[in-house]
């Protein structure tokens, strides 16, 4: 470690170059080097071995080594994993699950954290203090009361408990979020909208949501991926088959098939993984701007 | 001014919707979740109140005591194994690769966005044992080492969990850290460097205490979400064998939803809420700096 952090050759003017400077460099470039292979090793492997698996037939599962090349290219498992497998199902549950709870957080989250950030008025930080507690307090403190409502009330055979639930719980991080970055906005563009005659509601909706228009994306890409991947609340609040998210679909799937369809299974992993890449190529920068940002300030 | 940005109507309009919708679905039910602390019994039974019998059975309840230790054991090791590949990643990124380090900080936050469940099954393929030996005991046994079947003993089940959260989520804290350490002024390290510091004298004596902030508040993220741990478990080893990797979060769900007992659900999920808020304060105190402004 000392040798690769030793300092860089690009500032030394004190010190004239002397022969064992090229061969310093040349072990450090060798260094980074391995430490980089490394890591893609480690990233890239399991992975990889997961698609190369959801290619290879039952026989090859239980006759040949774990690192084999799988024997043919089919999509078999693929599909398998798709139909019999209900992977189209939980996907469109996730989906009609995912959407309306993430259009409400932003619709709600958005206008809340503008009215706690811009607005004035008594008992903001009251307010925000609540709000803090929903980040710190486990989902597990709101399972059962909902559950019992959710089950009197008729709810419980239907997608509504799930995207209530996502809804509420995601409003904690995007109002902080949101209030964040309506703080880095100057007051005087508000003040000025008012004093043109704007009414508050006005200078929201014609200023203050285009200006943060690119923060608005980056919440609900982080807010996406916390219900796509949530397993607690989906787990309990689907009672009925029918209605599995992908994730608990994904965690019964052995179930189904008993221990033995490992090829449809890796098919259904790789599905989800395949399926992740794609949006992460497509945006990625946002990706890790909006989850690091909803880190620091949560 | 003031007073139309003061506008009781709007912030009616603005600021209720999102309330009420917390306040009902959130805040009443962390009260009720309380009040069932109380009470014994479920929906289907119905409720007797049971005074502090919760709280008695949970005193001596040798279950809750292994799964609040297993949430400590869990939370630390895994938070500390996190911080601190996140800041090898960071000092990585910023010290040996500099400018070229957009592609790997890329490829390594990629297992972040993954769903946790699918993750935890190809991690159970990975160091399975049967059909065939999985990539990871292939790869150890070329080492040498014979470990057997991972899941079946709760060290084993314990070691891949960490290596699995730690894989799942370095390059986020990576990505974290990084962007702290690139707050510190060149000159500062290159004035360190004319001084002679280098290797692990400048990290210790110079980057180290300078990002000291970021490395707490990233300890704190993490920690908060490690002691809620549960979809890494239960898709992992279902917390097993037997109840080894059971953690709060677990035992409670068990509690409550396979066993009906709503009241003893609820004493361990305050307990857990308890545990989680006093964590934070503790680390929020020791650092005499408020993350929300970070």
């Known amino acids: ?298 | 001014m003031r007073s139309v940005l003061g506008d009781r109507r709007a912030l009616l309009i603005l600021l209720g919707p999102a309330l009420l919708v917390y306040t009902l679905v959130m805040l009443v039910p962390m009260g009720w979740s309380l009040g069932y602390t109380f009470f014994k019994g479920n929906v289907i039974e119905g409720f007797t109140f049971d005074g502090f019998g919760n709280f008695e059975k949970l005193w001596h309840d040798q279950q809750a005591h292994s799964a609040l230790w297993f949430t400590f054991k869990y939370g630390v090791v895994v938070s500390v194994g996190q911080v601190l590949c996140g800041y090898l990643l960071a000092l990585l990124y910023v010290f040996v690769l500099r400018k070229s380090s957009a592609l790997i900080r890329t490829l390594v936050f990629f297992p972040v966005i993954l769903p946790t469940v699918a993750v935890a099954l190809m991690f159970q393929k990975l160091f399975a044992v049967a059909p065939q030996n999985g990539l990871a005991n292939t790869a150890v046994e070329a080492l040498g080492i014979h470990h057997g079947d991972w899941f079946a003993s709760g060290g084993g089940s314990f070691l891949v969990l960490v290596v699995m959260d730690v894989w799942r989520s370095m390059g986020f804290y990576g990505v974290l850290i990084y962007a702290g350490l690139l707050d510190i002024p060149e000159e500062t390290i290159e004035s360190a460097r004319m001084d002679g510091a280098t290797g692990w004298r400048l990290i210790r004596h110079v980057v180290l205490p300078l990002s000291w902030p970021v490395v707490l508040a990233s300890a704190v993220f993490s920690i908060n979400g490690t002691l809620k741990v549960f979809d890494s478990v239960l898709a992992l080893t279902n917390g097993g064998p037997g109840s080894d990797t059971t953690p709060l979060t677990l035992y409670m769900f068990r509690t409550a939803f396979s066993y009906g007992d709503y009241g003893y659900g609820s004493t361990i999920a305050s307990l857990l809420t308890v545990v989680c808020l006093g964590v934070s304060l503790i680390i929020f105190r020791f650092s005499r700096r408020d993350p929300t402004k970070g």
Do not use: C
């Open chain 1, 1 to 298: 470690m000392t040798d690769t952090l030793a300092a860089p050759p690009r500032v030394r003017p004190t010190r004239p170059p002397t022969a064992a400077l090229p061969r310093r460099r040349h072990a450090r470039r060798l260094v980074r080097n391995a430490l980089v292979a490394l890591l893609l090793v480690i990233e890239v492997t399991p992975l990889l071995w997961l698609l190369l698996s959801s290619f290879k037939t039952q026989s090859e599962f239980v006759d040949d080594p774990a690192w084999s090349l799988p024997k043919s290219w089919g999509l078999a498992n693929y599909t398998e994993a798709w139909t019999t497998g209900h992977v189209a199902l939980y996907i469109r549950n996730s989906l009609m699950a995912t959407v309306p709870s993430l259009a409400l957080i932003v619709l709600l989250g958005v206008a809340a954290g503008f009215a706690l950030e811009v607005m004035v008025w008594r008992g903001r930080h009251q307010v925000l203090l609540a709000f803090l507690l929903g980040i710190m307090v486990p989902s597990q403190m709101i399972l059962l009361p909902l559950f019992r409502i959710y089950f009197q009330t008729g709810l419980s055979g239907t997608l509504a408990p799930l995207i209530i639930t996502y809804t509420a719980a995601g409003l904690p991080l995007t109002v902080f979020m949101m209030a964040t970055y309506f703080r880095s906005i100057p007051r005087e563009v508000f003040e000025a909208a008012t004093l043109d005659g704007a009414s508050v509601l006005k200078a929201f909706w014609k200023i203050a949501f285009p200006m943060v228009r690119n923060a608005v994306f980056t919440v609900g890409l982080v807010q996406f991926f916390f219900i796509w991947n949530d397993l607690l609340i989906s787990l309990t609040f689907t009672t009925d088959d029918d209605l599995r998210t992908i994730q608990v679909g994904l965690l019964n799937f052995t179930g189904q098939y008993g221990e033995t369809a490992y090829g449809p299974l890796f098919a259904a992993i790789s599905i989800n993984v395949i399926g992740a890449l794609f949006l992460y190529l497509l945006i990625n920068q946002r990706i890790i701007k909006g989850l690091t940002a909803g880190a620091v300030k949560g």
